[in-house]
Nanobody
């Protein structure tokens, strides 16, 4: 399975970005999809996840109410809509696929496939 993340960039605080994660080579419909981020000098952290059906979602407390995860199984793509961005959101964002869970999980080692990161920079 190959995952391709895109949509990062430079944005001012309070602005918005939408990240996309396009999947190929696997059964996208059966995967839980997650977004993680890693800021310079910090560990990778969970951001959001969505179940295969899109019915179950979960968010890190730090992004709840500002970020929305979604997926389009007809396009094999997951999305992360990020609103009200803050400088603390600056990080490399990666998407990942979990082929086992029927719900959502938050630990990086639960995910089987990873895409390359896309850099999000929020200026103050």
């Amino acid at each position: 399975v190959q995952l391709q993340a895109s949509g990062g960039g430079l944005v001012q605080a309070g602005g918005s970005l939408r990240l996309s994660c396009a999947a190929s080579g696997g059964t996208f419909l059966s995967y839980t999809m997650g977004w993680f981020r890693q800021a310079p000098g910090k560990e990778r952290e969970f951001v959001a996840a969505i179940s295969w059906s899109g019915i179950i979602t979960s968010y890190a407390d730090s992004v709840k109410g500002r970020f929305t995860i979604s997926r389009d199984n007809t396009k094999n793509t997951a999305y992360l809509q990020m609103n009200s961005l803050e400088p603390e959101d600056t990080a490399v964002y990666c998407c990942a696929a979990d082929r086992t869970s029927r719900g959502t999980r938050r630990r990086p080692y639960d995910y089987d496939y990873w895409g390359q990161g896309t850099l999000v920079t929020v200026s103050s």
